[in-house]
């Protein structure tokens, strides 16, 4: 656990300080500076300081009670007015992890007009969902939206906080996981919970080459953020349960305002394709992408590739599958001249059905396909254009 602290012997209160910290966290209280509870710890005032009178303080932080921490949250996220499926499928591994256990699920909502997607989110599995609706609040502000959440689990002491791994995930979640001194575990592939209510959370690291299980043993909540496409989001039940729970508004203290916004032209998404063709490093020359594109296009799908492609500069990560691309769940992936790295299986391994195109029978795609095809891309993607024009009549 880190901390700032200010030497008052050395300090001239020139306020050098006051001025630097984006937080408004120095003030000046009985004639001396103090840090308020703004504090981020981001130690810009350390560096500010001209007489080295502010220093960072790390000590260990102390074991919690965990009896008293208890229950699933849920971020359930609202962009551009709509619910991001993510929330939904958080909620599915919330039920899952639950089991038979006296944890209870919560959701929380940030935002302005609220109420559809709360009544939604009782159709999902959450005991209790937890309102923060504010005209202040129609826009994301990272600050603004971690007051919020930090509000609700203060108040409700759960175990375990999911928040999906998008844009907007990926800034609250660190913030939040600083304010309360505890651990984070980014990009969470599959998640465990033990008896003692230790979540154990599982990630691809060194590059995707092993699989590591991480555990958050002495702080609580325990922070996890998963990517979209990676959990089952549960069946819609026939009839709401749980509760709605309007919470007032923490005061908002952001310096960012709104000012305008400018829409960003929508591409494809893969992560959202019901059918994928997928090219890998067996790909000659960039414009055999062509065949790739085609046959995605015949079936009706998108087209994407593994990471030798974009390192080479034929495409970018919005169409990668990986670590450092996107994940993906199609009906239908078509995996042509890809090896299967951990990097890439681990991204669409839960597809419903995998075809596997690859030259080598060692391939250790062929391990999570249903159907392998041993055989040259050159040779076999041709002919399924060829067999499928012909059917068509085309």
């Not at 050395?10 to 000046?28: M, W």
């Not at 375990?160 to 505890?182: C, D, I, M």
Request: charged content about 25%; some cysteine; overall charge positive.
């Amino acid at each position: 656990m880190a901390s700032i602290a200010i030497l008052e012997r050395k300090c001239t209160k020139c306020g050098a300080c006051i001025n630097a910290c984006p937080f408004g966290a120095i003030e000046i209280a009985n004639g001396k500076p103090e840090i308020n509870a703004g504090c981020r710890v981001c130690s810009v005032c350390v560096k500010a300081c001209p007489e080295s009178a502010i220093i960072k303080l790390e000590t260990r932080a102390k074991s919690v009670d965990k009896s008293k921490w208890n229950g699933i949250m849920v971020f359930a996220e609202v962009t551009g007015g709509k619910l991001h499926p993510v929330s939904l499928e958080l909620l599915g591994k919330a039920k899952e992890l639950k089991g038979g256990t006296h944890h209870e699920i919560t959701a929380v909502l940030v935002g302005e007009n609220l109420s559809e997607h709360a009544s939604l989110l009782r159709y999902y599995g959450a005991e209790r969902i937890f309102v923060y609706d504010d005209k202040e609040l129609s826009y994301f502000r990272a600050e603004a939206f971690a007051d919020q959440i930090a509000d609700a689990i203060k108040f409700a002491k759960p175990s375990v906080v999911l928040v999906g791994a998008t844009a907007l995930g990926r800034s609250l979640a660190p913030r939040l996981a600083t304010r309360f001194h505890t651990g984070l575990t980014a990009d969470c592939t599959k998640l465990e919970m033990r008896e003692n209510s230790d979540l154990v959370q599982i990630r691809p690291a060194f590059g995707g080459n092993i699989m590591a299980q991480i555990i958050t043993t002495n702080t609580r909540p325990q922070f996890a953020t998963v990517r979209y496409k990676v959990m089952n989001a549960p069946e819609k039940t026939d009839a709401p349960s749980g509760e709605i729970v309007t919470r007032k508004t923490v005061k908002i203290s952001s310096p960012v305002r709104f000012i305008s916004q400018s829409p960003v032209l929508k591409s494809a998404n893969i992560s959202d394709a019901e059918i994928i063709v997928a090219a890998g490093r067996a790909l000659r020359k960039e414009s055999d992408l062509n065949m790739i594109k085609e046959l995605a296009s015949l079936l009706g799908g998108e087209w994407a590739t593994s990471r030798p492609l974009v390192e080479k500069g034929w495409n970018t990560n919005a169409r990668q599958i990986g670590l450092s691309g996107r994940t993906v769940k199609p009906r239908l992936l078509i995996a042509c001249g890809i090896s299967g790295a951990i990097q890439f299986t681990a991204s669409m391994k839960d597809s419903d059905h995998i075809i596997a195109i690859n030259s080598d029978p060692e391939a250790p795609i062929f391990k999570c396909a249903h159907i392998g095809i041993v055989g040259d891309i050159y040779e076999i993607v041709p002919e399924l254009i060829r067999k499928i024009k012909e059917a068509r009549g085309i």
